[in-house]
Each structure stands twice: as C-alpha cells, then as structure tokens.
C-alpha cells in the first residue's frame, strides 16, 4: 500500500496515541485547563482592577486575548513532544515503517484539537461567570472559535516542526517558554495604542493579537485595535496569519521528521 | 547459495569531518545472526540506520532482501523491524496500547492488532506488565517491549543496535533467550554492541568494525583462533615485571601487556609459534623469575579486538 492510501489509518492511529495519553493523565489535561481559568483570575481581576479600556469592562476585553491564549499554547506540548519522540528513537522506529509522515503528524495535531476544544469550554465558561458576554450571536461565535481552533491547529504544526527541529526534550521545554513573552508583545491583556510606537507596530503585526481582534469582534467584546491592517481586518488576517504558518510549518515538519537524527 | 539478504558494497558516509563509514562490505546470509562488534564511533550505529532507511548513504550500495536502501526505501521497510539503542515507546500509555498502535501504523487491522499484541506480551512475559503504564516499567521490561514492537509483523530481517547496552545482567540474559528464539524461527538478525561476550554468545558470525570499515569477518570460534593463545603470568610481590615481560615477547612474539596493580604480565602469542608450558617455565627459570601462576588460553574476542583493531584500546579499556 502507498503512503496515500495509508493515510487516514496513519493519522487516526497517531491522534489515538495522543488521546490515550490525556486519557491516562487526566492531570494533563487538568493542568492545561487550570492556567486558563487561573488567568482569568489573575488578569481580570488583580490587573484588571487598575486597567481601563474603552468600551466595556476589562474582563470582557480579556477573556477574548486569554482564548488566543489557549490556543497559541499549542506550540508548548506539540514542541516538547516532537523533540521527545525524536530524542528517544520513537521518530526513528516510525521512519523505518512504512507509512504516511504526513497521515501522522496530522493525526497528532487534529487529536491536539479535541483537546483544544476541552480546554476553550471551561475557560468561556469562567469568562461568563466573570462578566465576558457574546454580543453577536451563536453563529458569529462560532466563528470566532473555529478561529481560534484554526490558529491552535497552525500553532500545533509550528511546535511539531520546531520540536522535531530541536530533538532534544530538556531544550525544547526550555525554548517553549518564549513563548510567553510572545503572547504579551499583543494585544491580548492591554490595548496597544499605550504602547511606544515601535512596540505597538511589533505588537500589531503579531499574529496573536489579529486571532485576539478577529475575536472581540466576532464576539461583540469592547476593543482599540491599533492602525496597522491585520488589527483593522482581523478575521482576514488570522486567515492570512494561519495559511502562511501551515505553508512552511506543515512541510518543514514533514522534512524535520524525515531528517530526524540524521 | 542464495543471495545474501543484507549485502552491503563500499558504503561511505560523512557527518561534517567524521568519515563514520569508509567503504564497508557487508554479506549476511539468510536465517544468521551478525554481529556488527567494534568500539564507539566505528560506525556500526551508522550502518544499521543506513540499512534501515533513516540515513541515505554518500556512497557505495545496501540491500536488504534485494531492494535498495535510497531508491526502494517502501519495499525496504516492509520486511525490517528495528530496535535501537533507546526504547522508543510511548511512556504515557499502557505496553498493550503500545504494540496495538504500532500494529495499526503497520496496517494489519485494528482486530488483527490487538490479536498480536496479546501474542508478543506473552512471548517476551509482559502480560502482567500488559496493562500497566510504560513509565512504571523497569529497563529490561522497556527493552523488551521495545523488541516486541519491532516483531509486530515478524519482520524477515531486525536491526538490533545495542540492544542490551545499560541493562542488568539477568534483562541482558532475557533479551539473548529472546534474539535467539528468533533466528531459531528464520529471522536474520544484524545485531551491533560493544560486547564482546554478546557476540560470542549470539552470533553465528563476527564482522568487526573500526573507522568505518570491516576489519574481519568470521565465526566466533574461528576469530578466535586466529590470533595464538593468551598467556598469563602471575609474579610474587617486588618481581621484576618488565623483564618478565621482556621474556613473554621474546617467547610469544606479541606484544606483553603489565597489570603492575595484579603483578600479572599477559601476552597474546603469534598464531605460527609453537607454545608450551614447559618452555615457558624453563625461560622464566633461565632469567631467574619464579612465577605464581602460568596459565594458557584461547583468547577471548577481547583479544581478537585488540589484535585487530590497534589503536583503539584505550576506548575499549575506558
């Protein structure tokens, strides 16, 4: 059989591994979901408490940021597992079988999704509690999520790429934790037009904070977006935003698994 | 004869400025066991991932069964299994789920795998194990199931790249019980390590590895042989060591080696001489040495490895 035709059977085997791991450690998945709900707490209301933003509440500005949040955090676990499997030879004994590398990373990351989706309900559902509204509609938030799980799917293919890039666990656990400060140069927890100019045109341009905008727009949630265009055409620009990731992270993963320990 | 089921031809490759293979010739016959013996950096790890498709070769050429590694690396993969110098399991789930998945990445149904994987844990006596997590298990249970994943579709020909290394000596005993089960069912096995008395233990034939190209090729007993016999002289406290090594090499026409810590001299003597007890006995009584202990050997492949491979003793020693 060719590597086409195995695919589906590749990727469904390898997104069965990832969900029997969550399964086995329910702490995992308790764990991703606490640092949401935790944030809600920490930001809405200790930083909250002396933020004002235009528009509406400080909670309902942030729940939207801390959302794109959840799902830029798909970079950490997909980068720490790919340089996992390649480190200890997992990568290798794939490689040596015969089947699809791209069935199997897709399975990975399509299971990271399921787990995306976990994590986002309970996280809307502090928001609410919280005073985070939907102002436009089941359908416009819908929207907004398959955004969000859109950019948490590019984001899982970066990590995988970089993870598999790196091979080591201990390096990419540590390189992972950029990715902190990369979800603060955003709009995501204050309104960039506070900003110095050269930070607010980084901030910007991050991809986050077009994911962050093209969701408080969605959702109805107050927001001051800056000039740049990807913050003024938000939806547009997360599409922008994902496809470019997806057009170098998806095949870069794919050669970094094929090169893997060589 | 058939046509050999591993045959390598001038094989080369570079990483940077490390030649890791310099043109190596490789036959293994159907149903053996190879043992790829030689220090660390000899490039036995780079041949088997040459040979199981993970590396492409600069130069030369590798079958595996008839196909070959860089044009027909699909037709390749279908009949080897591989099991490395790490366990490449999942940690986070069970050894059962282990094996189911690896049985449905090699496409043989879910049923099909599930039958397998039950097979294999009570082959290699994880069923206890079964249903546990993999990151509970001991080393010798992870290798194991490591070996157990790479007999999912008994595979014509496995890839064992130390397969033992870092293990206890009763999980070493079980991994040998378990490798030669398998060539006794008409697998070839290319197994690589660092030690010597695996080798001697396992395989049918030795090929010995050093910078990248084989050294010698033969069976164990006959590699022994080889190389002359393996003397020993023990000498009381406050002896003159070095004269009775002169002694040796004047004798054995090899080079003596002095444990001054043992108050032992050894030398391994030139195949073509002639060596026995009593002229040895003699020639220490003739330069005045009185010795505690004499004994002969056959070398081990210890010896056999230093006598082939000069040069490299202090990485073996180390």
């Known amino acids: 059989m060719s590597p086409l035709m195995t695919m589906p059977v590749d990727a469904a085997a390898s997104a069965r591994r990832i969900l029997l791991v969550y399964r086995h450690s329910p702490g995992l998945l308790l764990s991703s979901l606490l640092v949401p709900v935790a944030m809600v707490g920490v930001f809405g ?21 801390l959302f794109a949040m959840v799902a830029l955090n798909a970079v950490m676990p997909a980068m720490v597992g790919g340089a996992r499997d390649a480190g200890r030879g997992v990568t290798d004994r794939l490689r040596s079988m015969s089947v699809s590398r791209l069935g199997l990373l897709t399975g990975q990351t399509a299971a990271d ?32 999520f398959g955004l969000l799980l859109l950019f948490r799917f590019a984001c899982g293919w970066l990590g995988t790429a970089l993870g598999l890039a790196v091979g080591k666990e201990e390096t990419a656990g540590q390189l992972a934790v950029l990715t902190i400060p990369f979800s603060m140069l955003t709009s995501a927890f204050v309104p960039t037009g506070g900003m110095p100019g050269w930070l607010a045109a980084i901030a910007d341009w991050n991809p986050v904070s077009a994911v962050v905008e093209a969701c408080r727009q969605l959702f109805g949630n107050p927001s001051a977006p800056g000039d740049a265009w990807p913050v003024q055409h938000p939806v547009a620009a997360t599409f922008g935003w994902c496809a470019l990731l997806l057009a170098v992270a998806v095949p870069l993963a794919v050669r970094n698994f094929a090169r893997s320990g060589r | 004869m058939s046509d050999p089921v591993i045959a390598v031809r001038g094989l080369g490759k570079t990483f940077g400025a490390t030649r890791a293979l310099d043109g190596l010739e490789l036959d293994v016959p159907e149903g053996t066991v190879c043992g790829l013996l030689g220090p660390n950096g000899a490039g036995k790890t780079t041949l088997v991932r040459i040979l199981a498709t993970l590396v492409r070769p600069d130069r030369g050429e590798a079958r595996v069964c008839g196909h070959e590694v860089r044009g027909e690396a699909a037709a390749v993969r279908r009949v080897i299994g591989l099991a490395g110098q790490y366990a490449a399991v999942e940690e986070g789930i069970t050894g059962r789920e282990n094996l189911e998945l690896l049985g449905r990445l090699h496409h043989v149904g879910a049923a099909r795998a599930r039958a397998r994987a039950a097979e294999l844990l009570g082959e290699f006596g994880l069923e206890e194990a079964a ?9 010798g249970m992870r290798r194991r199931l490591d070996l157990a994943a790479s007999l999912i579709t008994r595979p014509r020909v496995l890839f064992l790249d130390e397969p033992t290394t870092g293990l206890d000596p009763r999980s070493r005993r079980e991994i040998w019980s378990a490798v030669r089960e398998l060539a006794a069912q008409g697998s070839t096995v290319l197994l690589t390590t660092q030690y010597l008395d695996e080798a001697d233990r396992l395989a049918d034939r030795i090929t010995l590895v050093d910078r990248g190209r084989a050294v010698a090729d033969d069976t164990p007993q006959r590699l022994k042989a080889a190389i002359g016999t393996r003397v020993e002289i023990t000498l009381p406290e406050g002896a003159d060591l070095d004269r009775a090594g002169a002694v040796l090499a004047v004798l054995t026409g090899g080079a003596p080696a002095v444990d001054a810590g043992q108050g032992r001299v050894g030398a391994v003597s030139d195949p073509a001489r002639e060596l026995n007890l009593p002229r040895l006995v003699r020639e220490l009584d003739a330069a005045g040495m009185v010795a505690l202990d004499v004994a002969l050997r056959t070398p081990s492949l210890d010896d056999v490895f230093l006598a082939l491979t000069a040069g490299v003793k202090e990485e073996l020693a180390a």
């Open chain 1, 45 to 65: 209301y200790v930083f909250g408490s002396a933020m004002d933003v235009p528009g509406g509440g400080y909670r309902e500005f942030l729940m939207p940021g």
């Open chain 1, 113 to 144: 999704l399921l787990v995306a989706a976990v994590v986002l309900v309970p996280t809307g559902l502090v928001g609410l509690a919280a005073g985070w509204r939907i102002r436009h509609g089941l359908g416009s938030a819908l929207g907004a």
């Open chain 2, 131 to 139: 249903d546990r997590l993999v990151r509970g298990y001991s080393g």
